[in-house]
């Protein structure tokens, strides 16, 4: 077939290669293609009258701008936004789980109980102004006669930003605040040692006053100011870090309930394939995931515009329901005030891959949450303590949403990927999954698991979600992921600016 | 003397050292301090009703909230905000040059006539997803044995940042498009290198298209998705990379008019000193560098906020001041829509250093620019043609600021900082100035010049700001800062946030 279509309610289908003009459509009675239409972009099954919708995954993906005749490529050119939905037949499922699914992983129980799918030690810094220092004492950890010194530490690493000072004490200044004190906490972390400069907005000391009890007695911390510049704060960052190492050094993995993993799901550089292939297949592998126990984090909230009513259709309560509400209004406001649009977040690779609209790639990018039941919103970075599919509101940008995402707990980020990407993350490990083979094939270095194979019809996707479980599981036992090999994840650490920048 | 009066119209002092309740001040007639009054705080040395202006440097840095008794410490307990202005008596001045100043320094002249004061190789990359690539490419080339190939060459350096995708194209856009123009053409730079993933919104062919034919042609470029991924662009990256070094280590440094100099000001972690030593110290420097036909570049829009009066009387036309105006209305609106305040700007390092309200501050600040026509104003990251004193907008915020300048096209940063910023920059280097010479002393190993010996008695502004003209000098002609030294600057360039991240 050269086409795939999604749903007999559908009135266009998906390229499964280039279609020339005059080709022919043997699965749609012969229906000659009019124009050219790239790979994974979308042809019209049926004629659509200007103004009627376009359908997609039996949803409303968009409005016919002009008439569309059957054969049609469909694309930006003839289809646009509109406030059309329609209510979804599914609610919540509970999975089966399929047999002898692992029920646990190895991993780094830590005294609050969360457990770690690594064990590094963190340098947290409050401010810009302390990044370099932070970074010169990761440097020197990172030497491999030091390094060695602790075997069962995978790396001392300084996580730095961009913000702390220059700001109000606002909206911006407590979404750094939630980001540092998730941070300072991270399972993945068997230490911390926080550093600020002295004058900043962010003080170490609010900080220290946000983390709880326990993590704030076995933090380090360093004032530049008072330990008289960067040298001499250097040094007694080296000095008192070898402590941290050591303890730090003294832990091993051991057998951890899968509950125990709390997932940041991702996509980035996404294409017509997405919500075809790797989305769905890793809603399978959630929901595997969250029936015995675990944590799902969906986010990205700009994208999941268009597809809100399939979520709230399975929320916990209505309370849960009313909390995306709310925050779906705060994102219209943000864009509205920042004169930007959350219709057209699709981006130059989204749309040259086949996605034609928000409301496509939300669809698309909903199905990575599966099908459990919605059990919490949270804000940005705010701790998660709920188990099953949780929303973490934020930007779909890559690294923004990450971060957010390891602030709240996510101990391992799934990452889906058409166009692409070559995103990593620390300390919580990220696995790429490809939506499509021609990608798969050209950046297999960068890739840890090809859902093309499904659109190839060489594995099923409740095979590949089990796979993709399978995946995950490994690599919260410690299987190194490709973004690791490559050392990637410094430079990708970047809380979300809100707010004025003064 | 216990005290320092700054005019004869104020009726507040500047404290020398800490101030205990009941010390006599003998320069006042014997006035008997009412509190305690911190080291560089303010003492009111006449009685100053509720409601009625606080002078200082004979202009308004506040109002009194309640009736201030001769002898009393006045800070933000009993001093506010207030609009009043007092015009400035002063109108643009030309210098009067010292004998045997230098008019030239050692730079590299580049094809489009721009002086270098440094000779790196710049990656520059249009988005967060190429940023470890780029970074790969660096550490590769620091290698010891690599970088002994090249001994002209400062190094290769990757420009890397944290936005490029998650954003509509609008002012955000287009402000992070001039970054990175701008960049590409820095005169620090003997060659650049481009890097792109492929699928972000600020495309590699955008930034072609904005850049001078000049630079478009000895740029090199990858896209990370056309190279096929990570390790194949940076094993592309290294090949390309020699090129460039190559070419690179062919310059050298020739004499050049110091007109060839444009400075960044900035100042960070500001103290009540800073106003009095360092700033009108270093705007005099800028006062001599203008004369020789230089061109001094002050930043920091929010903290001219009150000192926007002095500026204005020294336009060089109606329009200059008209633009400055324009800057300050966007300002206004930038931090109200964002729930900010600019009248707070004072951070908790300015404050406990005795900065009571942000008309202090600036008044203090924009001493730096000196006392010569203001020739005019751009926006964050506009390419600066014009030559003398240019007002370029920037938040405060220090490593947004000197990222903005630096793109604008300044080889060069002078640094002024009273709590002790370790501020470092590159491909520009950054020269420190202290405002006081206890922290100085603490800090001297990040600091590269004491302009607290003013405060002190021990040398005169005027010979001060010679030093600083001098340092300036040696630096623009290669001598290394302390910051340089310390090997800071990559975690500090920083583009303004600005809009929605999506
Ligand atoms: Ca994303
Ligand atoms: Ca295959
Ligand atoms: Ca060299
Ligand atoms: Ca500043
Ligand atoms: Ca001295």
Same mark, same amino acid.
């Given at each position: 077939m050269l086409t795939l279509t999604l749903?007999?309610?559908?009135?266009?289908? !998906?390229?499964?290669?280039?279609?020339?003009?005059? !080709?022919?459509?043997?699965?749609?009675?012969?229906?000659?293609?009019?124009?050219?239409?790239?790979?994974?972009?979308?042809?019209?099954?049926?004629?659509?009258?200007? =103004?009627?919708?376009?359908?997609?995954?039996?949803?409303?993906?968009? !409005?016919?701008?002009?008439?569309?005749?059957?054969?049609?490529? !469909?694309?930006?050119?003839?289809?646009?936004?509109? @406030?059309?939905?329609?209510?979804?037949?599914?609610?919540?499922?509970?999975?089966?789980?399929?047999?002898?699914?692992?029920?646990?992983f190895e991993g780094y129980l830590r005294a609050d109980g969360e457990v770690g799918t690594r064990n590094y030690v963190g340098i947290i810094t409050t401010v810009n102004c302390s990044a370099s220092v932070a970074k010169a004492i990761e440097q020197y950890y990172s030497q491999a006669e030091v390094a060695g010194r602790y075997p069962n530490v995978d790396g001392v690493i300084a996580i730095t930003h961009g913000s702390g000072c220059g700001m109000n004490k606002g909206e911006g200044y407590e979404l750094l605040m939630r980001v540092c004190a998730g941070m300072s906490q991270h399972p993945n972390f068997g230490g911390v040692m926080l550093i600020g400069l002295g004058c900043e907005v962010l003080q170490l000391s609010a900080l220290l006053d946000a983390l709880p009890d326990d993590v704030r007695k076995r933090s380090n911390t360093l004032v530049i100011q008072e330990q008289g510049g960067t040298r001499a704060t250097i040094e007694a960052g080296i000095e008192k870090m070898a402590?941290?190492?050591?303890?730090?050094?003294?832990?091993?993995?051991?057998?951890?309930?899968?509950s125990k993993l709390r997932v940041g799901l991702q996509c980035g550089g996404s294409d017509a394939l997405s919500?075809?292939?790797?989305?769905?297949?890793?809603?399978?592998a959630m929901d595997i995931l969250t029936s015995l126990g675990?944590?799902?984090?969906?986010?990205?909230t700009p994208e999941l515009y268009g597809a809100e009513q399939m979520l709230r259709a399975r929320a916990a309560s209505d309370e849960v329901a009313d909390k995306l509400n709310d925050r779906l209004a705060w994102w219209r406001e943000y864009a509205g005030k920042n004169g930007a649009q959350l219709d057209n977040n699709p981006s130059p690779g989204n749309k040259a891959g086949g996605l034609t609209t928000i409301l496509e790639k939300s669809l698309g990018a909903q199905a990575k949450g599966g099908t459990s039941t919605m059990t919490d919103?949270?804000?940005?970075?705010?701790?998660?303590?709920?188990? =099953?599919?949780?929303?973490?509101?934020?930007?779909?940008? @890559?690294?923004?949403?990450?971060?957010?995402?390891?602030a709240s707990g996510a101990n391992l980020i799934c990452f889906t990927t058409g166009r692409g990407s070559v995103y990593g993350s620390r300390p919580a490990p990220s696995?790429?999954?490809?939506?499509?083979?021609?990608?798969?094939?050209?950046?297999?270095?960068d890739m840890d698991y090809n859902c093309g194979e499904i659109f190839d019809g060489e594995i099923s996707l409740e095979d590949a979600a089990v796979e993709i479980y399978r995946t995950i599981v490994r690599v919260a036992s410690g299987e190194k992921t490709k973004s690791e090999l490559h050392g990637i994840g410094a430079l990708e650490f970047l809380p979300w600016p809100v707010g004025a920048v003064l």
């Open positions: 749903s007999n309610e559908d009135n266009v289908a !998906v390229a499964r290669t280039a279609l020339a003009k005059d !080709v022919l459509l043997p699965e749609h009675r012969g229906l000659a293609c009019r124009s050219d239409v790239p790979q994974f972009h979308k042809v019209a099954i049926k004629s659509i009258a200007k =103004g009627q919708p376009v359908i997609k995954y039996r949803q409303v993906i968009g !409005v016919a701008l002009t008439d569309i005749a059957a054969g049609e490529h !469909v694309h930006d050119h003839n289809c646009g936004m509109t @406030d059309e939905r329609i209510a979804p037949a599914t609610k919540a499922k509970t999975a089966e789980l399929p047999p002898d699914i692992e029920t646990s402590v941290l190492c050591e303890v730090s050094n003294t832990l091993s993995r051991t057998p951890q309930p899968v919500g075809i292939t790797a989305n769905p297949a890793l809603g399978r675990g944590t799902a984090i969906l986010s990205e919103v949270v804000a940005y970075a705010q701790l998660i303590r709920k188990s =099953g599919l949780v929303i973490m509101d934020s930007p779909g940008y @890559d690294p923004v949403s990450v971060t957010g995402q390891m696995i790429k999954l490809a939506t499509n083979t021609p990608m798969y094939e050209k950046m297999t270095l």
